[in-house]
C-alpha cells in the first residue's frame, strides 16, 4: 500500500474502492439498488416498503453518547414515485443500559417516503444494527438509495455487510426483517 | 510535493491526517467544529455551567468584502449539518448564498433551503458580516441555536468558492446572546 504525502493530482481520480476523508468525519456514499427481493410479497419484488441494514452497530460500541447522522437520498420508479431526502440522529446511552434511542428522524424533505429507522431484531457479526425502511413502489423499476454517515465514520460505516429487503408493511407496521 | 497525472486507485483511499480538495468542483471539504463553549468571563455564563447564551456564531475565514482578498460579485453556496446534544434537540441542515456587491461592497446572505424539522427558517439562523475585522478583513459568520449544555455536538460546513479562503484566516466559535451581533 502506497503512502503519500501531500499530493497533487492534475487531471482526473478514479477510485474503484471507498474514499474516506478520515478528518472531516464524512463517510462516502453508499449506493444501493432500490429493486430488492421481498420474503412475504408476490410476485417478490412487489412490497410496500425497502428495508436496509447498515453496518452501523446499534449500541454503544458504535454510538453510546457519541450520535452519528445518517444522511438518505433516493428516488424509486421512472418518475420518481417515491423520493427520499431525511437525516436521522443515531444514538444509544452510553453508560451500562445501552438503551437504543430509536426512532429520531431530525429532518425529512422527501415525497412519499415515510422513513423509519430501527434497531435490528437479530443480530449480525455480533452485534444488532440500525437499520430503517421507506417507501417503495410494487415495481421492480429503476431506482436508487445513497446513505451516508456523518460522525464516527472512520470505521463503523464499514464494519459489515449492507443488506437490503421488500415487505409488504407499512411505517407504523412495522415487519423487523433483519 | 508529488504531482500525479489521472490516477486510478484499485482500493481505498484514505485522508488520514489532510484533506481532500476537489478543486474541479469548486466545493472545499467539509470542516468540522465543535458545538460546546465553556469558556469563562462572558458575563459568567458557560455551557459548562448550564447558563450558555443560546446562540453559537461560527466564525469562518471567509473575506466579507470586495477587496482583491474578499468576495465581491463572487456569491457562494454556503452549507451548514450538525446538531447538537445527545438527542439532537437542535438539528442543523441548512444552505445559503452569499453575496458581496463589487460596487458597494453590500453583504447579503439569502437563506435557500432548511430541512430541520424543529427549527425550519427559525430566526435562531442568521449570517452576518462581522463588525470587527480579523486579518485585516471582516469576515462571513454563521448563527445557529445551542443548548446550554456541553453536551455532545458537531458541526460541518463547507461552501462553493474557491478553496483557497478555507484557510484564509483561523476558524472561531463563541455563544453569543444575539443572532447578529457578536464578532
Same mark, same amino acid.
Not at chain 2, 13 to 18: F, T
Given at each position: 500500500?502506497?503512502?503519500?504525502?501531500?499530493?497533487?493530482?492534475?487531471?482526473?481520480?478514479?477510485?474503484?474502492?471507498?474514499?474516506?476523508?478520515?478528518?472531516?468525519?464524512?463517510?462516502?456514499?453508499?449506493?444501493?439498488?432500490?429493486?430488492?427481493?421481498?420474503?412475504?410479497?408476490?410476485?417478490?419484488?412487489?412490497?410496500?416498503?425497502?428495508?436496509?441494514?447498515?453496518?452501523?452497530?446499534?449500541?454503544?460500541?458504535?454510538?453510546?453518547?457519541?450520535?452519528?447522522?445518517? &444522511?438518505?437520498?433516493?428516488?424509486?420508479?421512472?418518475?420518481? &414515485?417515491?423520493?427520499?431526502?431525511?437525516?436521522?440522529?443515531?444514538?444509544?446511552?452510553?453508560?451500562?443500559?445501552?438503551?437504543?434511542?430509536?426512532?429520531?428522524?431530525?429532518?425529512?424533505?422527501?415525497?412519499?417516503?415515510?422513513?423509519?429507522?430501527?434497531?435490528?431484531?437479530?443480530?449480525?457479526?455480533?452485534?444488532?444494527?440500525?437499520?430503517?425502511?421507506?417507501?417503495?413502489?410494487?415495481?421492480?423499476?429503476?431506482?436508487?438509495?445513497?446513505?451516508?454517515?456523518?460522525?464516527?465514520?472512520?470505521?463503523?460505516?464499514?464494519?459489515?455487510?449492507?443488506?437490503? &429487503?421488500?415487505?409488504?408493511?407499512?411505517?407504523?407496521?412495522?415487519?423487523?426483517?433483519? | 510535493?508529488?504531482?500525479?497525472?489521472?490516477?486510478?486507485?484499485?482500493?481505498?483511499?484514505?485522508?488520514?491526517?489532510?484533506?481532500?480538495?476537489?478543486?474541479?468542483?469548486?466545493?472545499?471539504?467539509?470542516?468540522?467544529?465543535?458545538?460546546?463553549?465553556?469558556?469563562?468571563?462572558?458575563?459568567?455564563?458557560?455551557?459548562?455551567?448550564?447558563?450558555?447564551?443560546?446562540?453559537?456564531? /461560527?466564525?469562518?475565514?471567509?473575506?466579507?468584502?470586495?477587496? =482583491?482578498?474578499?468576495?465581491?460579485?463572487?456569491?457562494?453556496?454556503?452549507?451548514?449539518?450538525?446538531?447538537?446534544?445527545?438527542?439532537?434537540?437542535?438539528?442543523?441542515?441548512?444552505?445559503?448564498?452569499?453575496?458581496?456587491?463589487?460596487?458597494?461592497?453590500?453583504?447579503?446572505? =439569502?437563506?435557500?433551503?432548511?430541512?430541520?424539522?424543529?427549527?425550519?427558517?427559525?430566526?435562531?439562523?442568521?449570517?452576518?458580516?462581522?463588525?470587527?475585522?480579523?486579518?485585516?478583513?471582516?469576515?462571513?459568520?454563521? /448563527?445557529?441555536?445551542? /443548548?446550554?449544555?456541553?453536551?455532545?455536538?458537531?458541526?460541518?460546513?463547507?461552501?462553493?468558492?474557491?478553496?483557497?479562503?478555507?484557510?484564509?484566516?483561523?476558524?472561531?466559535?463563541?455563544?453569543?446572546?444575539?443572532?447578529?451581533?457578536?464578532?
Amino acid at each position: 500500500m502506497a503512502t503519500l504525502q501531500n499530493s497533487t493530482i492534475t487531471g482526473r481520480l478514479q477510485i474503484t474502492g471507498k474514499l474516506k476523508q478520515i478528518n472531516s468525519d464524512v463517510s462516502n456514499w453508499q449506493v444501493l439498488s432500490h429493486c430488492a427481493n421481498g420474503t412475504d410479497t408476490t410476485p417478490v419484488y412487489a412490497g410496500g416498503r425497502l428495508h436496509v441494514r447498515t453496518p452501523i452497530r446499534a449500541d454503544n460500541t458504535h454510538l453510546g453518547w457519541n450520535p452519528i447522522i445518517m &444522511e438518505v437520498r433516493g428516488y424509486h420508479s421512472y418518475s420518481g &414515485e417515491a423520493t427520499h431526502n431525511f437525516m436521522a440522529l443515531l444514538n444509544s446511552t452510553g453508560d451500562s443500559n445501552n438503551t437504543w434511542y430509536g426512532n429520531q428522524i431530525r429532518s425529512d424533505s422527501g415525497h412519499n417516503s415515510l422513513p423509519l429507522v430501527y434497531q435490528s431484531t437479530n443480530t449480525y457479526g455480533g452485534y444488532k444494527r440500525v437499520c430503517f425502511s421507506v417507501t417503495k413502489v410494487g415495481c421492480c423499476c429503476t431506482g436508487h438509495i445513497w446513505i451516508r454517515f456523518w460522525n464516527n465514520t472512520s470505521t463503523a460505516p464499514y464494519d459489515y455487510a449492507w443488506a437490503t &429487503e421488500g415487505r409488504g408493511d407499512s411505517q407504523g407496521s412495522l415487519s423487523a426483517p433483519f | 510535493m508529488a504531482t500525479l497525472q489521472a490516477t486510478t486507485i484499485n482500493g481505498d483511499l484514505s485522508a488520514s491526517n489532510g484533506k481532500v480538495f476537489d478543486s474541479g468542483s469548486s466545493f472545499t471539504p467539509w470542516y468540522k467544529l465543535g458545538h460546546c463553549d465553556c469558556h469563562s468571563g462572558i458575563d459568567g455564563r458557560s455551557d459548562c455551567l448550564g447558563n450558555g447564551y443560546p446562540y453559537l456564531h /461560527v466564525r469562518t475565514p471567509i473575506p466579507a468584502d470586495n477587496t =482583491t482578498s474578499g468576495i465581491g460579485w463572487m456569491p457562494a453556496m454556503l452549507e451548514l449539518v450538525g446538531y447538537h446534544t445527545y438527542s439532537g434537540e437542535k438539528f442543523h441542515n441548512h444552505k445559503w448564498v452569499l453575496n458581496t456587491r463589487g460596487d458597494n461592497n453590500g453583504f447579503s446572505a =439569502t437563506e435557500l433551503s432548511h430541512q430541520a424539522t424543529s427549527e425550519g427558517f427559525s430566526s435562531s439562523y442568521n449570517v452576518y458580516r462581522s463588525a470587527s475585522t480579523y486579518g485585516g478583513l471582516k469576515r462571513v459568520v454563521m /448563527v445557529m441555536p445551542k /443548548v446550554a449544555c456541553c453536551c455532545t455536538g458537531n458541526l460541518w460546513i463547507r461552501w462553493s468558492i474557491s478553496s483557497q479562503y478555507r484557510n484564509h484566516h483561523a476558524w472561531a466559535t463563541q455563544m453569543f446572546n444575539s443572532t447578529n451581533t457578536g464578532y
